[in-house]
């Protein structure tokens, strides 16, 4: 599986790169804590919602911890989905290595 840190994410938000940012929380977890810009769809609703992504589009996955997001990458993959990638760590090495204004939770 291929994963990401969340300073590539970031490096890769500050420069704009063309990219879905698939949150796969819950919305009250989105609520604690987010990253700008992503897309958020709750994991047990990503096998009803998958045709709102795009096949052909770099795809980075994030949860919380990481371990959620490394079952949608994985699943996504079984799709067809061939740019998919876990954004290790989730929402909690955002807050440790890039933004600690986000709240650990």
């Given amino acids: ?11 890769k938000l500050d ?11 819950e919305p009250f977890e989105v609520e604690i804590a987010s990253v700008p810009g992503a897309l958020y769809i709750p994991m047990n609703h990503v ?3 998958v045709q709102e992504l795009d096949p052909d589009a770099e ?3 994030m949860c919380r911890s ?10 996504l993959m079984h799709q067809g989905f061939t740019n998919v990638h876990n954004v290790t760590g989730g929402i909690l090495a955002w807050a440790t ?3 600690p204004t ?3 939770y």
């Fill in 1 to 11: 599986m291929l994963e990401v840190s969340v300073t590539t994410l970031k490096s």
């Fill in 15 to 25: 420069a704009g790169d063309d990219f879905i940012l698939l949150d796969v929380r």
């Fill in 47 to 49: 096998p009803q919602r």
């Fill in 59 to 61: 795809i980075l996955v």
């Fill in 66 to 75: 990481g371990k959620r997001s490394a079952d949608i990458t994985a699943f």
């Fill in 97 to 99: 290595d890039v933004d």
């Fill in 102 to 104: 986000v709240q650990k």
